[in-house]
């Protein structure tokens, strides 16, 4: 993503001639310790003999690492961030498929008030619960009676995130009920239907996409003609 800034960054300034500075970090919340390079330059196929003589000619794109498999819940309360920063670490690292992070949550009540009275506190919290709903399992119950027990502006969070994520769930359908539309429409017409179409048609979620890939697969002789522009 680097690259794609400094892209990004000429194309909206195309006078320019120096470039800003971009330092990549990559924070890393899976289970296991990361265990693949932190830079290119390692994965350039080279004897070591070879990349040493050349490396001062080789791209080398390192990045900062932040495992947080090997960082402590202690160690993350240690640092100097923001509640919101603190909070969200804390959730990238416990939250995923955690049906008890409400235990947890209970656990940083302090934090989570200083969330919510911060400037915007209120759109962070309503993004962290967002989060917890998408990637742990816990009931929405209780999730709702933590909200209550940190005050109104947290229990407008969360009927937020409720009816965001009941417009989401509704979208979807509508997206799916779509994609099946266009899978009709080949098979009604005969149309052989390769396994990459396939998956692009039934993965896809945006349904003005989807629309126009219907009114496409009524005219299209192939499958794979849908994606062409």
């Known amino acids: 993503y680097v690259t794609r800034i400094w892209d990004q960054y000429e194309r909206e300034r195309p006078k320019a001639r120096r470039l800003p500075a971009v330092i990549p970090l990559v924070v890393y919340q899976g289970p296991s310790r990361w265990g693949s390079p932190v830079q290119l330059l390692d994965l350039i196929d080279l004897a070591p003999a070879d990349r040493q003589a050349a490396q001062a000619w080789l791209p080398r794109f390192e990045f900062l690492l932040d495992d947080l498999s090997r960082v402590s819940e202690d160690q993350l309360f240690g640092r100097k961030l923001t509640p919101s920063a603190t909070a969200t670490l804390l959730l990238l690292k416990n939250a995923r498929g955690n049906p008890q992070i409400t235990a947890l949550l209970r656990r940083w009540e302090d934090l989570l008030r ?81 396994d990459n179409s396939r998956e692009l048609i039934e993965s896809c979620t945006d349904l003005d996409t989807l629309n126009s890939w219907f009114r496409r697969s009524l005219k299209v002789d192939r499958a794979s003609d849908l994606f062409e522009e």
């Open 114 to 194: 200083a969330v919510l009275g911060q400037p915007g506190g209120g759109e962070e919290f309503t993004a962290m619960l967002a989060y917890i709903v998408l990637v742990s399992e816990t009931p929405a119950e209780e999730l709702r009676d933590l909200a209550a027990s940190l005050g109104p502006e947290a229990e407008e969070a969360y009927m937020t995130t409720a009816d965001m994520l009941e417009a989401r769930g509704e979208a979807r359908g509508e997206a799916r009920g779509r994609a099946e539309d266009i899978l009709v429409v080949f098979d009604q017409r005969g149309i052989d239907i390769d």
